[in-house]
């Protein structure tokens, strides 16, 4: 099929979304949303190049619509927090950072986990904003810690997609960095496999452009999404997050323990330092600082805080034959 063009045969493909007059509303601006709500869930993937709004859809809406209206709200009043993850430098010993992790606990619905709220932001159009209040929270954070005394220890922020691709990335990390003062280095953005292996053209070039402002990046839950070799090695990477479902049983499964081993290796010797997250055991640390892990982060040498008990912990010596004996007591 196709239309002739030029010599060349054009194919168009449509989607379409429907809802019905008066079934689903009478009100006519009602009708439009409810098609394009039917309109998204058209896939001409699955073959289903039209789809009937359905009711379901309507409390999914309602839902989402109610919630990105509650965070929207929650970014504004500043309900919205941060805690801080403690990291740990195997071969000294010693926390030498945190991961910025954000909290938000709703009046009724309590703690909301960020991988059930984060999409809907994406979705609402507001993780620009919640994005930067992060960054900037944890920037000036890290800026006050050293005010204080506690050294200089670098501060991760998780990106989402949208973030990253929307273009002004580059212009918020300068003005956030200019505002706050904190040195580049000590800001480490992490971004997920799946993340910049979506549009390699794009990626190479936008981590270029925050690679030359000085900031580190990292990418987290690797070895979960399907990496080109040859553009990890392309990227101006600084550091790869073993993701914990590998970390989870190596200490018991031969495959997990392999994989593990392999992307330890891989990142070496492509000159990147590794972290292993999740780390929740003493046998778990122990193999990782036996296969040259450089990092370590997980519930065993602490969970995400508020910023007042992760000060507590940072530049702590953490020394493992304490832990160990610790451990047997
Ligand atoms: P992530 O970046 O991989 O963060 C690590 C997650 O593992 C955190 O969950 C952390 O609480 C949890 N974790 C740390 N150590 C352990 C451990 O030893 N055992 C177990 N079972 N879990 C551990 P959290 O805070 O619920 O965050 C989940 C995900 O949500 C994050 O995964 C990240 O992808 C996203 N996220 C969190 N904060 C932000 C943010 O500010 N912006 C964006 N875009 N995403 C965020
Ligand atoms: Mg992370
Ligand atoms: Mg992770």
Request: charged share 25%.
């Amino acid at each position: 099929g196709g239309y002739p063009l030029h010599g060349l045969r054009l194919a168009m493909k449509g989607r379409i979304g429907m809802a019905v007059y008066p079934h689903d509303t009478s009100e006519p601006e009602t009708l439009l949303r409810y098609a394009r709500v039917a309109l998204r869930e058209a896939c001409p993937q699955r073959g289903e190049h039209c789809h009937f709004f359905a009711a379901e859809q309507l409390d999914n809406l309602r839902n989402r619509v109610w919630m990105a209206a509650e965070i929207e709200q929650a970014i504004e009043q500043e309900r919205v927090v941060l805690h801080y993850q403690p990291q740990y430098a195997i071969d000294t010993q010693r926390i030498i950072g945190v991961e910025a992790l954000v909290r938000w606990e709703h009046p009724r619905l309590g703690f909301v986990p960020p991988v059930e709220f984060i999409p809907v932001a994406e979705e609402a159009g507001l993780i620009g904003r919640l994005g930067e209040f992060v960054m900037r929270t944890a920037c000036r954070q890290a800026k006050a810690w050293s005010a204080q005394g506690a050294g200089e220890v670098r501060v991760a922020v998780n990106l989402s997609g949208r973030q990253f691709y929307d273009g002004s990335l580059t212009k918020v990390v300068a003005e956030i960095l200019a505002e706050t003062g904190l040195e580049a280095h000590r800001l480490e953005l992490e971004l997920t496999e799946s993340m910049v292996m979506k549009d390699p053209k794009i990626t190479v070039a936008s981590l270029h452009e925050l690679k030359q402002m000085g900031v580190t990046i990292s990418v987290d839950d690797f070895g979960t999404g399907y990496s080109s070799l040859a553009y990890l090695k392309r990227y101006p990477l600084d550091t790869l997050k073993v993701d914990r479902s590998f970390v989870r049983d190596i200490a018991t499964d031969p495959d997990d323990a392999a994989i593990t081993n392999a992307i330890i290796a891989m990142a070496k010797s492509l000159g990147l330092r590794v972290v292993g997250e999740g780390v929740e055991t003493i046998q778990q640390l122990e193999f990782l600082m036996d296969k040259g892990c450089d990092v370590a982060q997980g519930y065993l040498l602490g969970e995400p805080a508020p910023a007042a008990t992760a000060e507590a912990m940072l530049g702590e010596s953490f020394a493992l034959e304490q832990r160990k004996n610790k451990q047997l007591v």
